[in-house]
Each structure stands twice: as C-alpha cells, then as structure tokens.
C-alpha cells in the first residue's frame, strides 16, 4: 500500500514537470524557428510533420502527458476502482450463497418439521383410534355386565318368585288335602283315620312311578304339583337311586310326578292319567 503511494507522488510529480517543461521547450522552439525561417526557407524541409503544421516537440510533449495521465489515473483509480468491485462482487456472492445455505436450511427445517408434525398427527391419529377401540371396549364390556346384572336379577326374582309361589303352595297343601279327604269320605261313606290320610295324600303328591325306580348313575329332574317336604325328596332320591336329583314344582300337573333324565322322561302326574282318559273315553 506504501509502496502505491510512492509510485502514486512520482507519477505526480513527473507530470507537473512535463506540464511545465514541455511548454517551455515548445516556445524555445518556436522562437528558434522564426529566427530561422528565412534560412530555412531558402532550403527544403526534413521534418515530414512541418509541412502539415504539426509541432513535433508540442506532438512529444502531449503523448507524454497522455502516458503520465494514463499511469497515473490507472495506479491510482483504475485498480483501487477494480479491486472495489471485485471486493463489491465476492461479497455479493457470498451474500447470495450465504442466503441460497439459509434457503436451504431453512427448505431442510422446513421439510423437518412437516415431518415431525405428519409423525404427530399420525401418532395422535392412532390415540384417538385406540381410545375410539378401548371406549367401545369399555362400552361393550358395560353393556355385557348391565346384560349379566339384569340376567341376576331376573334369575333372583324368578328364584324369588318360584320359592314363594312353592311357600304358597305348601300353605295350600294342607287345604287341598283336607278338601280331598272330605271328597273321598262323602264318596266312600267312610271316615278316614289320621294315618291313612297322611299316606293318601303323600301318594298323590310324591308317589314315585314304578318305570322311574332304579334310575341309578344318571341325573334326573323331579317335578311334582306340590313342593315337597325333606323326607319326601329324600325318599324320591332312595327310589330313583339317581347320583344327582333337583326338584321343581309345576301346578299344572296336578298331581304324582315327572321323573326326566338325559334319555328318559317318565311322567306319572295326575294330568297325564287324566289326559289317557279323556283319550280313551273319545
């Protein structure tokens, strides 16, 4: 940069003698040249620049100043004016491939985060589809139990209502027995002991059927018209020789009972007598 400037001054002061010298060696010339036209006339001219008016050292002297102008105007504007644009270039161009690797992060940022926000909503999609699959889960699983809980209740009231259909039934077996011996008296003329009472009416109500004897090593189903008194299961367990026997009661057969195991169904109830009867009398 020093070293510019040395050049630059040189330059400067070269052309400020050649500004001064110059003209001063064109009007020495000159002069000399007025001095001597009349011996140069009588004589032919040499310098092939004379005749066209053209002053050689004038001619000399503006290359010259030309050249120093040139020099200096190029050392001292020309390259300072170059390296600035070229300094004005390359930070342009750094400006422009600093703002395309911002695009670019940016377009990677960018391309990043939809990725994350299509990873979330397709997370948030399947909660929302589990939670969907889990509340109809729970749902169904809600309905299944108010379905078992109604099934409880009406098998407790069925339960509740046979056992006191049954209690209304044993309450009444004692009426219908004492109305069935009155019967039988005013039709038989006789009057009937306690005993022989007691054994009618348990016959009528928990007589076993002779086919329903030995029905042993299977599970049968005892229905009878009445409930049935402790001794009397017991004694329909001791006939029937079954290893399992429920008991249910069923008005509607009026009286004796059904005996039905897995293959066999023995009916020895009152309506099934009654029903062979009205068979045979058509």
């Not at 997370?123 to 889960?137: T, Y």
Request: no cysteine; hydrophobic share 45%.
């Amino acid at each position: 940069m020093r070293r510019n400037k040395i050049l630059s001054l040189l330059l400067l002061v070269m052309l400020l003698g050649a500004l001064v010298l110059v003209p001063a060696a064109t009007a020495q010339e000159g002069e000399a040249a007025e001095g001597e036209t009349t011996e140069v006339a009588a004589e032919p001219a040499t310098n092939p620049l004379t005749p066209l008016g053209i002053n050689t050292g004038f001619l000399i002297a503006q290359i010259v100043n030309f050249l120093l102008i040139f020099l200096l105007l190029r050392s001292m504007l020309w390259k300072p004016l170059t390296n600035m644009l070229d300094q004005r270039s390359a930070k342009i161009q750094k400006g422009l491939e600093d703002a395309s690797a911002a695009a670019n992060a940016r377009h990677n940022a960018e391309t990043e985060a939809e990725k994350i926000l299509s990873a979330a909503r397709a997370d948030a999609a399947r909660e929302i589809e589990a939670a969907r699959g889990r509340g109809e889960e729970v749902a169904k699983q809600v309905v299944t139990e108010a379905n078992q809980a109604a099934e409880r209740i009406r098998t407790e009231a069925r339960a509740r209502g046979e056992e006191e259909r049954n209690k209304q039934l044993a309450e009444m077996r004692s009426q219908v027995a004492n109305i069935s011996v009155a019967v039988a008296q005013r039709l038989i003329g006789d009057n009937l002991d306690g005993n022989r009472q007691s054994a009618l009416i348990n016959d009528f109500f928990s007589k076993t059927p002779e086919a329903a004897k030995a029905m042993r090593g299977s599970s049968v189903e005892v229905i009878s018209a009445m409930p049935l008194s402790d001794d009397e299961q017991a004694k329909v367990k001791n006939e029937t020789g079954a290893d399992n026997v429920t008991f249910s009661v069923d008005p509607n057969i009026l009286g004796g009972l059904v005996i039905r195991s897995a293959d066999r169904v023995v009916d020895g109830s009152v309506r099934s007598g009654l029903n062979e009867l009205a068979a045979r009398l058509r």
